[in-house]
């Protein structure tokens, strides 16, 4: 129900947006979410936003870099990467929680896209 596209191969300091898109007629009444996993490591949190759009939260190491934004009309949701730094390295999630607040567990979201992975280079 939810395609994640748009990662790929930059160089340090570059830019990548990613998408989600969902196929859900529901998508309007869901947070949504991108989390990240980098090889041998847990999967985090990195940013959500609330079913609306207004209310945005984001991962301390992403802050001032990274931009979540969604368009209900679309249903797909977005990650503006930019200043992108060799930790940034990861597989991309999208997901959707069906409640309101601000979680950051991944066990509070329902659904779940396949992944994109962004390399970022030194």
């Known amino acids: 129900q939810l395609q994640a596209s748009g990662g790929g191969l930059v160089q340090a300091g570059g830019s990548l947006r990613l998408s989600c898109a969902a196929s859900a007629s529901s998508f309007a009444n869901y947070a949504m979410g991108w989390f990240r996993q980098a090889p041998g490591k847990e999967r985090e949190f990195v940013a959500r936003?609330?079913?609306?759009?207004?209310?945005?939260f984001y991962q301390d190491s992403v802050k001032g870099r990274f931009t979540i934004s969604r368009d209900n009309a679309k249903k797909t949701v977005f990650l503006q990467m930019n200043s992108l730094k060799p930790e940034d390295t990861a597989v991309y999630y999208c997901a959707a929680d069906p409640a309101s607040g601000s979680s950051r567990q991944p066990y509070d979201y329902t659904y779940w896209g396949q992944g994109t992975q962004v390399t970022v280079s030194s």
């Open positions: 936003i609330n079913d609306a759009g207004w209310n945005k």
